[in-house]
Nanobody
Framework: VQLQASGGGLVQAGGSLRLACAAS????????MGWFRQAPGKERQFLAA????????WYADSVKGRFTISRDNAKNTLYLQMNSLKPEESAVYYC???????????????????????WGQGTLVTVSS
């Protein structure tokens, strides 16, 4: 699986950005796709995840209601629509892919870095105040 993130940039506080992650490889339909971010000096933080085949998405409480994860199967692309951005959300944003080892995944599963075995290179988002 190969992942290529894009769409980062500079945005004012309160603004919006849509990140994209182009995915390629075998058996995408059997995988879960996720978004994380990492600010300088901080740990990588889970944001959202969704099964590539569709179904319920998972969101971190800090972004619920402002961020939306989606995917376009025809384009093999994962998206993260981010609204009402805050300066403290400036970070490098990463997309990731992990295998569905069990029939059911939980928030505890998909919110950990260890669930994912492929990562994109990251795209920088800067939110100015």
């Amino acid at each position: 699986v190969q992942l290529q993130a894009s769409g980062g940039g500079l945005v004012q506080a309160g603004g919006s950005l849509r990140l994209a992650c182009a995915a390629s490889g075998r058996l995408l339909s059997s995988r879960v796709m996720g978004w994380f971010r990492q600010a300088p000096g901080k740990e990588r933080q889970f944001l959202a995840a969704i099964p590539w085949s569709g179904g319920t998405a998972w969101y971190a409480d800090s972004v619920k209601g402002r961020f939306t994860i989606s995917r376009d199967n025809a384009k093999n692309t994962l998206y993260l629509q981010m609204n009402s951005l805050k300066p403290e959300e400036s970070a490098v944003y990463y997309c990731a892919s992990g295998p569905r080892r069990t029939i059911i995944q939980t928030m505890n599963d998909v919110s950990t870095e260890e669930f994912y075995d492929y990562w994109g290179q990251g795209t920088l988002v800067t939110v100015s105040s």
